[in-house]
């Protein structure tokens, strides 16, 4: 390492610090910040940078001014607010009238309509659980209530939800809404 007069340096495995006053050879006289001469050989001896010396080092000035313009030009995203309104909606529809899931009911018996609304809502909830959506809201009107206690039921068989009556309302009494415990 070339060391010049003037230049600061530590000392090697010692704890003090000085200013090279004369260079010999391989012989370096330093004066200590106490004002002692010293003689050091160069091998015990390092450069001090400055703070601004080793971010110069670290750093590749010439490209600082295009990562400024870089930072500068981005803008940030702006988040739309969602009203507490809207996130208390329920993400998922399901519509069990029959009338919704056939062509046609002619020809169907009760027990057969009832067969398909409940393969539909349990197809439905299978759907969203797997996507991991959170709430869905299954729509079986008033009738006599048979639809609702089978579904009932249904839910009854899965842990990981709880089921009620959806917002009266939007829906009256003729729908069940259900939250889904999503594990992480």
Partial sequence: MRFKVGDSVLVLDEDFSGVITQV???EVTLETEDGFLLNFDKSELILQQTSTSVIENAI???KINTVIAEKESVKRNVSKRV???ERAQAAMEVDLHINQLVRSSR???NFDMLNVQLQTAKRQLEFAINKRVQRIVFIHGVGEGVLKQELETLFRRYDNIKYYDANYQKYGLGATEVYIYQNS
């Fill in 107 to 109: 020809g169907m018996t």
């Fill in 60 to 62: 590749d000035t010439s």
């Fill in 24 to 26: 010999d050879g391989n």
């Fill in 83 to 85: 009203k507490p309104k």
